[in-house]
Structures are given as structure tokens and as C-alpha cells.
């Protein structure tokens, strides 16, 4: 909650156990306040202790983890004697990344892991987007018995940075954590509330690292509004 002036007056957590979960009361002087509200599927730890218009950041717990889903509302309340009962709904400031092997997953192969370059390290808690984009983010899968042979299986991740492209490296080991194969996919678009579908072989040499393995770049609209298909 800030003051018109942009100061920070106080922080409320809640956590999805609590009875009032969802439910925030409060008394204040007749005044303008600016209300923020964020909700994230992962614990989200803030960075300043003093908040103010030029310094408010929040960061996901582990550095190299991926971000958790993530919602995100600002808004403005003039406060005086008449008692004030409003709903607020939050809108997904988070992207998706669908990763979609087409070819058949061979025999040795037991993790795929995911490799995302400048995401965002930082949620700007007055804008409401991701800043600072230098995070690398790895997500890794375990292959499961059904799986091996089997295409078009699909591996997810979030991704918050969308004011830029961004990198994608897609890599297979065997159980020995030897790299079987991998596909590097740069400028990739991604944008809140959609998710971004990367396509393709990765498998194209099953002996050794590397191919020619070719990745169709889409939007996928489960999120919201369709976009245009994306080639490279």
C-alpha cells in the first residue's frame, strides 16, 4: 500500500491456508492510496525494506529456478468517511513456454532439461512486469518408461521476461548426465498471459550431440487471444 506522495505504508502476506484467504480489511484516513496486489504460486521474496516510486523489486526464492504462475492488479482509491467494499481481480502477468518433441524419444535418453537465457530477475512491483533480465533458468524433466519411443511429448516452464527475445536450449542426457543431443532456439517471443509453443526434433542424430533438428516457432492461444505463427 503506498501514500499519493509514493510512499510505502505498509505489507500484507496471506497464504492460501489462512481462513480469510483472498479477504483484505483495512482502516485509513481520508486520503489517495495506490493498492498493489500480487499473487504468485511460489513464495516470493522482497528485496528493499524501504519501498518508494524509483525502488520496489521482488525476486522467486531460488535464483535459477523457474518463476511460478503469477497475477498481478494496481490500483487507485480515494478514501473518505463511507466505508469502501470492492472486488479486485487480478490479471496472469506470466508467460508459458511449451516445449513439444516431435520425434520419438530414444531408449537412453533420461532427462530433457530446458534452458532459459534473460529472463527476468526481478518483478517490478510498481509496474508489474519483469525487469533486469539476466536470469538463466533450468527446468528438467525425467523421462518416464512410457515416454521413451513415443513423440510429440511436451515439457513446460514459465517465463516472465517479454519486453525482449529471449534464448532457449533444449538438451537430452542419458542416465550418466552425458549429453545426448540439445537445440539452441534464439529470438523467442514471449508475452503475458499466452504461451509460446517451440516445436521440432531434437533427435535428429541419436548418436551424438547436436543435428539438425528444426524448431517451428508459435503462439499458443489457451491463454487468451490468438497470435500469429511465428517461423524461423
Not at 3 to 32: C, E, I, M, R, Y
Not at 46 to 62: I, M
Amino acid at each position: 500500500m503506498f501514500d499519493s506522495a509514493g510512499v510505502h505504508l505498509k505489507t500484507l502476506t496471506q497464504v492460501s491456508s489462512q481462513p480469510d484467504f483472498g479477504t483484505v480489511a483495512d482502516s485509513l484516513p481520508s486520503g489517495t492510496y495506490t493498492f498493489i496486489f500480487i499473487s504468485s504460486e511460489r513464495e516470493l521474496t522482497f528485496e528493499n525494506d524501504h519501498f518508494g516510486l524509483s525502488s520496489s523489486g521482488a525476486r522467486v526464492l531460488g535464483n535459477s529456478t523457474p518463476w511460478g504462475d503469477l497475477f498481478y492488479k494496481k490500483i487507485t482509491l480515494a478514501v473518505n468517511h463511507t466505508n469502501i467494499t470492492q472486488d479486485v481481480r487480478l490479471n496472469r502477468i506470466m508467460s508459458g513456454l511449451d516445449v513439444r518433441l516431435t520425434d520419438p524419444i530414444p531408449s537412453n535418453v533420461a532427462t530433457i532439461e530446458l534452458l532459459l537465457f534473460n529472463d527476468a530477475d526481478y518483478l517490478e512491483v510498481l509496474a508489474g512486469k519483469g525487469e533486469l533480465p539476466v536470469k538463466i533458468t533450468t527446468k528438467s524433466f525425467a523421462i518416464t518408461p512410457a515416454q521413451i519411443g513415443s513423440t510429440n511429448n511436451l515439457f513446460r516452464m514459465n517465463v516472465f521476461f517479454t519486453e525482449n527475445p529471449v534464448s532457449i536450449v533444449i538438451k537430452a542426457y542419458d542416465a550418466d548426465n552425458a549429453l545426448i543431443s540439445e537445440k539452441k532456439v534464439d529470438n523467442v517471443y514471449f508475452y503475458p498471459n499466452k504461451r509460446t509453443t517451440l516445436a521440432g526434433a531434437l533427435f535428429p542424430n541419436p548418436t551424438g550431440p547436436g543435428g539438425a533438428g528444426v524448431f517451428t516457432v508459435k503462439l499458443n492461444p489457451s491463454w487468451g487471444t490468438p497470435l500469429p505463427v511465428i517461423n524461423f
